[in-house]
């Protein structure tokens, strides 16, 4: 088992950043892909980045390139997203969640076997 917390949600006005973080702990070395998603009341969930723990890659949701980045620390099983120019429409429940498949199928959500509870992100205009 791999549990997933994580923080660093908050209310932001448009334009400004916040860094969400999220701490593995359990069987972390079973798992291979790791990735953030956010959802919405009445919306689907949708990836927005994820990174490869073994590569370093990563992909990103056309909606957020330029503005947001994944990235990891190995040393304290740890994954953030660093998002900068928030957007209203980024006001989302985000979701980090973690894979222990062998091939990366990107944002396909049924291939993330653990997640977290969310951490809620509040963007005004």
């Known amino acids: 088992q791999v549990q997933l917390v994580e923080s660093g949600g908050g209310s932001v006005q448009a334009g400004g950043s916040l860094r969400l973080s999220c701490v593995a702990s359990?069987?972390?070395?079973?798992?291979?892909?790791m990735a953030w998603f956010r959802q919405t009341p009445g919306k689907e969930r949708e990836g927005v980045a994820s990174i490869g723990l073994r590569s370093g890659a990563t992909l990103y949701a056309d909606t957020v390139k330029g503005r947001f980045t994944i990235s990891q620390e190995n040393a304290k099983n740890t994954i953030y997203l660093q998002m900068n120019n928030l957007k209203p429409e980024d006001t989302a429940q985000y979701y980090c969640?973690?894979?222990?498949?062998?091939?990366?199928?990107?944002?396909?959500?049924?291939?993330?076997?653990?997640w977290g509870q969310g951490t809620q992100v509040t963007v005004s205009s």
């Open positions: 969640a973690a894979s222990t498949q062998g091939l990366w199928y990107g944002f396909q959500d049924d291939t993330f076997d653990y």
């Open positions: 359990g069987r972390r070395d079973r798992t291979n892909y």
